[in-house]
C-alpha cells in the first residue's frame, strides 16, 4: 500500500470514519506520517464529533483499515483516504463505532456459517441554485423512469460512474429515475462492509463531482412535494462459508427461496417498524415512506409487488436468489443499516421464524380492516413512532449495542423535538387568514 501511495504521488491522507448518522469525519495527514500511522494509529479528540462519545472518552485514536487505500480522483494536490477503525487508549475496538457494530454483526454470521453481501441501488436528485437561491432540476431535465436524455445531467452522471469505478466500486447501472432531476446508480453485490464502504464514498463522489458542474448532489429522501422520493433498495444474500454457496437458492421453491431465505426475511418483517429509525433515520424520510410512490407502507414481501417491504427479484440463473429491502433510504448510515438488517435476518434464522403467505396484490387500497384480516402491518409513518419502535426493539438496539443505541436515540429525539416546534408554510398557507 505505501509503493501505491507513492507510484501515485499521493501528497495527503485522509483518514475517515463516521459518526452516528453517518456523516463522514476526516483527520488528515502528511503521506510521510502515513507508516507511523499505520504502526501506532492517529490520535484525535471523540468527544469534539457530535454523538460520537462522551467528553470522559475524549481521547481515541485511528487505525486504517489498509484494504480501503484509494487515490480521490478529483483531489489536487494528490490526496487519497483510508477508512479506519476507531480505538480507545487501551487499545480497545471503541463501542461508539458505527463501522465496529457492522464487523460485529458480521463476525457473528460467520459464527453461523454465512457471509453476508449487499449490493444497494442509490437514488438522488441532481439540482442547480436557481436566480431566487432555491435549487431545482436542471431546466432541460424532463426525463422521467429509463428514459434517454441528451442534457447536460446525462455527462454529469456519466463524469460521476468514471469515478466511483476509479474508486474501486463496480458499478452495474445508472439511469433516470421517475423524477425531474432524479437519478439511480446501482452496484454489485459484494461484501457487507466493503458494500458499506462503497455508500459512504458513493455519496462524497457525487457531491464532489456535482459540485465541479456547479450542481448540488442531494439524498435527502423527499425533496419535492408530490414527486418521488429517493429511496436506497438493498439486495442481500447470504454465502455459506467455506464452499461459497448462495444459502437463499433452492430451485424446488416457487419463488427460488431457501429455507434458510425464508427465516431470514421473516426475521426482517417481524423487526421492520425497529429497524426504521435506522433504516429511515429523518424526519423527511416518513414523507417518502407514505402511499402512491411505490415506497413501501406495508409490513409484506412480495414478488411484482413493488409496494411490498421485501421483493424477491426474478433471476435467470438460481444461484443468484437474492433478498431486496425497499424500506432504507439514502441518508442513512450504510453501517448501522446493514448491522440491523443483518442481525434482524439472522435472529429469523436462529428463531426459525415462520414467513407469512406473499402478498402480490396492491395494498395502497386496502383498508385496516382488511390489512388485519391479511395480518399484515404497517411501518412507522413518522420519525417519533419509528423511535419508539426501536425502543422496544432488542434485537435492533443489541445490533447496534448500548452505546450506538443511545446516541441514536438522543439525536432522533431531539430532531423530533426540533421538528414539532417548527411553523411550516403549509401551516401558514391553510391557518394564518382563517383562525
Known amino acids: 500500500m505505501l509503493a501505491q501511495a507513492e507510484a501515485a504521488g499521493t ?28 504502526e501506532h ?11 460520537f462519545a462522551r467528553t470522559a472518552e475524549s481521547d481515541m485514536y485511528l487505525v486504517p483499515d489498509l484494504e480501503t487505500f ?13 477508512f479506519c477503525w476507531a480505538h480507545t487508549p487501551d487499545g480497545e475496538p471503541y463501542p461508539g463505532d458505527p463501522r465496529g457494530a457492522l464487523r460485529r454483526a458480521i463476525e457473528l454470521a460467520r459464527e453461523l456459517g454465512f457471509e453476508y453481501r449487499c449490493g444497494p441501488e442509490i437514488e438522488f436528485f441532481l439540482l442547480r441554485h436557481n436566480g431566487n437561491g432555491a435549487l431545482e432540476p436542471l431546466p432541460h431535465d424532463r426525463g422521467g423512469y429509463f428514459d434517454f436524455a441528451t442534457d447536460r445531467s446525462v455527462d454529469v452522471r456519466q463524469a460521476m460512474v468514471s469515478a466511483l469505478q476509479a474508486l474501486g466500486i ?37 457531491k464532489a463531482i456535482a459540485q465541479q458542474s456547479d450542481l448540488v448532489a442531494t439524498f435527502m429522501p423527499k425533496p419535492f412535494v408530490g ?50 429509525a435506522v433504516l429511515a433515520p429523518l424526519v423527511n424520510s416518513y414523507k417518502r415512506l407514505v402511499r402512491g410512490f411505490e415506497a413501501p407502507v406495508v409490513v409484506s414481501w412480495a414478488r411484482t409487488n413493488r409496494a411490498a417491504l421485501v421483493r424477491i427479484p426474478h433471476v435467470t440463473r438460481r444461484p443468484t436468489t437474492r433478498v431486496e429491502l425497499r424500506s432504507p433510504d439514502p441518508s442513512c448510515n450504510p453501517y448501522l443499516a ?25 395494498l395502497y387500497g386496502f383498508d385496516d380492516v382488511e390489512l388485519e384480516r391479511r395480518n399484515v402491518g404497517l411501518l412507522p409513518d413518522n420519525l417519533k413512532d419509528a423511535i419508539d419502535a426501536f425502543r422496544h426493539d432488542d434485537v435492533v438496539q443489541d445490533a447496534l449495542g448500548d452505546h450506538l443505541a443511545e446516541r441514536l436515540l438522543e439525536a432522533k429525539a431531539l430532531e423530533w423535538r426540533e421538528y414539532r416546534m417548527q411553523v411550516t408554510p403549509w401551516e401558514l398557507d391553510h391557518y394564518l387568514d382563517l383562525a
Open 227 to 276: 414527486l418521488n422520493g429517493s429511496g436506497m433498495h438493498v439486495h442481500q444474500s447470504l454465502r455459506r462459508v467455506g464452499d461459497s454457496e448462495n444459502a437463499f437458492s433452492d430451485a424446488r421453491d416457487e419463488y427460488g427461496l431457501s429455507e434458510t431465505a425464508k427465516h431470514f426475511i421473516a426475521g426482517q418483517l417481524h423487526h421492520a417498524a425497529g429497524m426504521c
Open 70 to 82: 484509494r487515490v480521490l480522483p478529483w483531489a489536487t494536490p494528490a490526496t487519497a483516504r483510508l
Open 41 to 51: 494509529g492517529t490520535w484525535f479528540d471523540g468527544s469534539s464529533v457530535e454523538s
Open 11 to 38: 501528497r495527503y491522507i485522509d483518514l475517515q470514519f463516521t459518526d452516528v448518522m453517518g456523516a463522514v469525519k476526516t483527520v488528515t495527514i502528511p503521506a510521510d506520517q502515513l507508516p507511523d500511522t499505520i
Open 338 to 362: 446493514y448491522a440491523v438488517m443483518l442481525r434482524c435476518g439472522l435472529d429469523g434464522i436462529r428463531r426459525r421464524l415462520p414467513l407469512p403467505p406473499p402478498v402480490e396484490e396492491s
Open 170 to 206: 463496480e458499478v452495474n447501472t445508472a439511469h433516470h429515475e421517475v423524477a425531474a432531476g432524479q437519478h439511480e446508480i446501482d452496484f454489485s453485490h459484494a461484501p457487507a462492509m466493503k458494500s458499506a464502504d462503497d455508500v459512504i464514498t458513493f455519496r462524497y463522489t457525487l
